[in-house]
């Protein structure tokens, strides 16, 4: 099964169904099938911080939500994350795609995608990175697992190895 697909019947298997991320062509194979899929409610968002209040207002409702967003959108979000979702135990999935690794071409990209993983072990969140689809649906179902049984964000972090990066 290809990545894409892989991560919308992992969301439909947690009951997942309120998607918010910020527009990202790296991330639009997986943002297109769930807009297209009926199951979901795809918010678009200006800023990662405001994805994840959409996700979290999801949750008060009793509602499953997950967050899309890019490394260097994290950052902006990092708060958020720090005084909201972890001290209210939210579960909220974070897909991130990492920017900056092998065939980055925007140098700008990099310090925040390596940073990225430093920084969610600094705030204790769990995190996964997948490089590519290799037991790749066991890695997301895992993530997902956890992520509601320990009631707390946590951030599965897709390559450019797994969805083929940006063009130059």
């Known amino acids: 099964m290809p990545w894409a697909e892989t991560i919308v019947q992992g969301l439909k298997k947690w009951d997942t169904s309120l998607i918010a991320y910020v527009p990202d062509i790296s991330i639009h194979q997986v943002t297109s099938l769930i807009d297209a899929d009926p199951f ?90 997948i490089e590519d689809e290799y037991r790749m649906d066991q890695v997301v179902d895992g993530a997902l697992k956890l992520c509601h049984a320990h009631r707390q964000p946590v951030a599965i972090c897709l390559t450019q190895l797994l969805h083929g990066g940006k063009l130059a």
């Open 40 to 129: 979901f409610h795809l918010v678009s968002s200006s800023r990662e911080e405001e994805a994840i209040g959409v996700a979290v207002g999801a949750y008060a409702t009793r509602r499953n939500a997950a967050v899309f967003m890019q490394s260097s959108g994290f950052g902006n979000c990092i708060n958020a994350i720090a005084s909201l979702c972890i001290p209210a135990r939210t579960p909220i999935p974070i897909f991130i795609n990492l920017r900056g690794g092998a065939g980055e071409f925007n140098i700008a990209q990099v310090a925040m995608g390596r940073s990225t993983r430093p920084i969610l072990d600094q705030l204790g969140l769990v995190h996964f990175t």
